[in-house]
């Protein structure tokens, strides 16, 4: 990418160009610039700019659109007018991504008297066992069917290398407060355990700071441990880039 750039991008204009031959510089004085640059071809493709922003030269310089350069080398461009910097690509900042709306779980294995329910902005709320209703949420439930079946389950959600942070508040839900259900939470990313705990209705909802920097895939199993159903939740559950 910085050699295609270096050899293409042979000056930046900021702000819009002028239609005629002269134009004001940032000093205010008058310039002399001349638009005779016929053609810009990448990988030896025709890409001139078909709108006003032409190519020109200026001082021995020529300078071509960094917007138009970038597009066509496939990379976006952006300018950050607070700390007075472009970005070609990727920009620094995080982006969002949540389970079930922009990812979907790609496999889910289970062992007898266990459920899923995934959702994203579901009408049907869930509460957790403070009272905190969620719309958002992954729910995974383990019904106590005998006492000597541990019963059990997992999702994987596909990461792709793509991601860094996995973030969710973990908790029991409301309507198992009650059961007494002890469940153990392991959550791995490619394999590689990042997180384990024994959840029960007396612990509060933790918040998930997960990280899975280019891990592949992302596994959430649960097992129950006691004699009693129980169900867990990962309440508002998301990706950042």
């Not at 496999?107 to 995934?118: D, H, I, K, R, V």
Request: hydrophobic letters at 35%; a neutral charge.
């Amino acid at each position: 990418m910085k050699d295609k750039l270096k050899g293409l991008v042979l000056g930046l204009v900021a702000g819009s160009l002028m239609t005629g031959v002269t134009a004001f510089a940032a000093s205010g004085s008058m310039i002399e610039v001349f638009y005779n640059v016929k053609d810009i071809k990448i990988n030896n493709v025709s890409k001139m700019p078909t709108d006003d922003s032409k190519p020109f030269v200026y001082n021995g310089t020529t300078y071509v659109p960094l917007g138009f350069i970038s597009n066509a080398l496939g990379q976006s461009a952006k300018w950050d007018g607070k700390s007075k910097t472009i970005y070609i690509g990727e920009t620094g900042e995080s982006k969002t991504l949540y389970l079930e709306k922009d990812i979907k779980y790609m496999n889910s294995q289970y062992g007898a008297g266990a459920y899923l329910n995934a959702e994203y902005n579901s009408s049907e709320k869930v509460t957790d066992n403070v009272g905190n209703e969620h719309s958002s949420y992954l729910l995974m439930t383990l019904i106590a069917l005998s006492i000597k079946e541990k019963s059990w389950e997992y999702v994987e959600y596909p990461l792709n290398g793509k991601m860094k942070m996995f973030k969710a508040k973990l908790g029991v839900t409301d309507e198992y407060k009650d059961s007494g259900g002890i469940a153990k939470v392991t959550i791995t990313a490619d394999g590689k355990e990042i997180y384990s705990k024994e959840i029960t209705a007396g612990n509060l909802p933790e918040d998930l700071n997960l990280d899975v920097s280019n891990a592949l895939k992302l596994q959430i199993k649960i097992q129950r441990e006691g004699s009693d159903s129980v169900q867990v939740g990962l309440f508002d559950p998301m990706l950042t880039q």
